[in-house]
């Protein structure tokens, strides 16, 4: 199948490491093989009696697990390998011997009717500052990192088999989703996606022209429109070969205050991509038990401190939009929307239409990579995760004592919320089904959209 790599996106990793942290990587038994006879804790003192793979092979096999065995991260979340910011299993087998999960990160895949749309996540810090050599000349990289993606793919033994020579005569972008009720074909879809990429590639471009006026909120507004149009489209029995003539009203609401239910799921989501992986971090312990072991005596204790942590982050979260965030302390989100901000930089403004411009490419917004989303639900999500960025940026600047948002905060914003987006193709089937159907009404964050733009000064 042809490979479709995107246009202006750089990347080349850096070797910082920190795309090391925060994970415990999935491994086939095939992974496994590779590095369980090697005796780890004579090699160096850092890895001298610890643990260093969790066994899973019993979940895996029930269903319940992902893989049969996982790395075991230090008590810092790190993966106990990273060694003097290097990988350890790298440097003693060699790269192939790695997981394969990391030899393939941050390079990512969607295979579709008209061919691999490649591209790299956000949740490498290289990829974020788009640093590096053009992913447009990497064709050979992208092509051995494809061939090795298929192998892993079919190692875990999903329904995702594919051979890497010939191909696969389906795949999961045949039928799409654009809400739950509404089916398209890939050919329909296409339509929307085309002009979709129009209206972002509009406000995106690397070498900013004098007087750049991109404005995020109006093409977040502009993509909430477009889907709902095209839903009308289908609905209606005509061709959505029409979006590409359609041209964006952005029109603004008269009364712009959100509604408890739009409050409520921006919150939500708050709490799911900035609060929920700080309280799981600190409580790395327990996340990684066995579901069976969390309520034997020895740990029903540190299981119910973890769940009160939890629950108490989700209520001053979701209910009284204060939550505690980390070397922030406790912030008012309904005071971080109305503060009066400066005009938000070119910079940030180009950063965010990038990021956009690759969920797009990359199909990872909807689908499988995202909880199996309907595009309706998934521009609803990455909206409201835009917003969050914009929040806590703003959160961030007021504890400063600024008024302006940072570049180096939208980047590590950015960064982290794209790690966590990563990890909703994981979730369960039930919690995919409440997350997609909660954000399946149209235009769901028009009002927060255009409140929190209020908010900033014009060019």
């Not at 603004?252 to 799981?280: C, G, K, N, W």
Request: aromatic share 10%.
């Amino acid at each position: 199948m042809d490979l479709i790599l995107p246009q202006d996106i750089n990347y080349s990793c850096q070797g910082c490491g920190k795309c090391c942290s925060g994970w415990s990587v999935g491994m086939t038994m095939a992974d496994y093989a590779n590095v369980k006879d090697t005796d780890w804790q004579s090699l160096h003192p850092a890895l001298a009696g610890k643990t260093l793979f969790l066994d899973r092979q019993a979940e895996f096999e029930a269903g319940t697990s992902q893989y049969p065995f996982f790395t075991n991260p230090t008590q810092d979340n790190v993966c106990p390998f990273l060694i003097d910011d290097l990988c350890f299993i790298h440097g003693l087998l060699g790269a192939d011997k790695k997981p394969m999960a990391c030899q393939i990160f941050p390079y990512a895949f969607a295979e579709t009717p008209a061919g691999v749309y490649a591209g790299v996540y956000y949740s490498s810090k290289a990829a974020v500052r788009n640093m590096g050599v053009p992913l447009s000349e990497q064709r050979q990289v992208f092509q051995e990192y494809l061939e090795l993606s298929y192998k892993y793919h079919n190692e875990r033994h999903t329904n995702f088999s594919v051979d890497a020579v010939e191909g696969t005569k389906k795949t999961p972008f045949d039928t799409i989703a654009l809400t739950p009720a509404c089916q398209l074909t890939w050919q329909e879809y296409s339509h929307f996606e085309n002009r979709a990429m129009q209206l972002i590639k509009e406000q995106y471009v690397d070498q900013k022209p004098e007087g750049y006026q991109g404005d995020i909120f109006r093409t977040l507004a502009m993509l909430s429109e477009l889907v709902l149009i095209a839903r009308n489209i289908k609905t209606a029995g005509a061709d959505l070969s029409q979006l590409a003539q359609y041209q964006p009203t952005n029109k603004i609401p008269a009364d712009t205050t959100m509604s408890s239910v739009e409050h409520m799921t921006l919150r939500m989501l708050f709490y799911r991509y900035y609060i929920y992986p700080q309280v799981r971090a600190k409580d790395a312990r327990q996340g990684r038990q066995k579901r069976a072991d969390s309520l034997k005596s020895q740990n029903l204790m540190g299981t119910l401190m973890a769940f009160g942590k939890f629950a108490g982050g989700g209520l001053d979260t979701i209910v009284s939009g204060k939550p505690n965030i980390e070397n922030l302390g406790k912030v008012d989100l309904e005071k971080a929307m109305d503060a009066p901000f400066a005009a938000i930089d070119p910079e940030i403004t180009i950063l965010f239409h990038r990021w956009l411009y690759l969920k797009l490419f990359l199909k990872t917004y909807f689908g499988p990579a995202a909880a199996g989303f309907s595009v309706l639900s998934g521009i609803n999500n990455i909206t409201a995760a835009l917003l969050c960025v914009i929040l806590h940026g703003k959160a961030s600047a007021m504890a400063a004592g600024k008024n302006s948002l940072l570049l180096p905060q939208a980047y590590e914003n950015l960064w982290r919320l794209d790690r966590e987006l990563l990890t909703l193709s994981q979730i369960a089937q039930q919690e995919s089904r409440i997350y997609n159907s909660g954000l399946s009404a149209p235009r769901l964050f028009n009002k927060g959209i255009h409140a929190l733009e209020k908010s900033f000064q014009k060019q």
